[in-house]
């Protein structure tokens, strides 16, 4: 098997414990492709092994012909109690009422992290790490949340068919404003 063009040899779907020996390559794509501050990858660890216990997480992982990791990509069934869903359901019942949240929010696939590194993107890994990930989800929708403002990101997330589920929204915490984006499942066919 050979590199294609986008750089990537190989994409696989890593076990908990893959993830876990992965976690300081996985977090260093993180930091830089977010341009976070250094100690970040340290702080948000916990939250990430935490993540890989619960229920539906799976992960997917777009791989160099050294073995490196390109991104990475993963998420996993959402439920009342979990912090986001919590934030999210606040801010969608006051924005737009009760249903729309239960709407959105009853049977849902959380893309919690979806990272490519920034020599690596634009080229694709994104969106294969994307539609690999939500290949046969059971769930009838997918939410995310992403930073508001033009970025690749969003362009495949247009691309892709996810619309406006909440806008402008300040999670606890942190000053940025964010969009909830979702759509049903499953992706067309590319």
Same mark, same amino acid.
């Given at each position: 098997? $050979?590199?294609?063009?986008?750089? +990537?040899?190989?994409?696989?779907?890593?076990? #908990?414990?893959?993830?876990?020996?992965?976690?300081?390559?996985?977090?260093?794509?993180?930091?830089?492709?977010?341009?976070?501050?250094? &100690?970040?990858?340290?702080?948000?660890?916990?939250?990430?092994?935490?993540?890989?216990?619960? #229920? &539906?997480?799976? +992960?997917?992982?777009?791989?160099?012909?050294?073995?490196?990791?390109?991104?990475?990509?993963?998420?996993? %069934?959402?439920?009342?109690?979990?912090?986001?869903?919590?934030?999210?359901?606040?801010?969608?019942?006051?924005?737009?009422?009760?249903?729309?949240? !239960?709407?959105?929010?009853?049977?849902?696939?959380?893309?919690?992290?979806?990272?490519?590194? =920034?020599?690596?993107?634009?080229? &694709?890994?994104?969106?294969?790490?994307?539609?690999?990930?939500? !290949? &046969?989800?059971?769930?009838?929708?997918?939410? *995310?949340? $992403? =930073?508001?403002?033009?970025?690749?990101?969003? %362009?495949?997330?247009?691309? *892709?068919?996810?619309?406006?589920?909440?806008?402008?929204?300040?999670?606890?915490?942190?000053?940025?404003?964010?969009?909830?984006?979702?759509?049903?499942?499953?992706?067309?066919?590319?």
């Amino acid at each position: 098997m $050979t590199a294609t063009s986008s750089g +990537c040899f190989r994409y696989v779907q890593l076990s #908990a414990d893959e993830f876990r020996a992965r976690l300081p390559e996985a977090l260093a794509i993180y930091v830089t492709a977010m341009r976070y501050p250094d &100690g970040t990858a340290e702080q948000r660890a916990p939250m990430w092994l935490t993540h890989a216990l619960r #229920a &539906g997480w799976r +992960c997917m992982a777009a791989l160099d012909a050294d073995d490196q990791l390109l991104g990475i990509a993963y998420g996993y %069934k959402g439920r009342a109690g979990q912090w986001w869903h919590e934030q999210v359901r606040q801010g969608l019942t006051r924005r737009s009422g009760a249903p729309e949240a !239960d709407r959105w929010l009853t049977d849902y696939f959380e893309l919690t992290e979806i990272h490519v590194r =920034p020599e690596n993107q634009g080229k &694709g890994i994104g969106e294969d790490l994307l539609r690999r990930l939500l !290949d &046969g989800v059971p769930s009838a929708n997918v939410l *995310l949340s $992403t =930073p508001e403002g033009t970025s690749r990101a969003w %362009k495949l997330y247009r691309r *892709l068919g996810f619309l406006d589920v909440l806008r402008d929204y300040h999670f606890t915490g942190d000053p940025r404003p964010f969009a909830i984006l979702g759509r049903a499942l499953p992706l067309e066919a590319p």
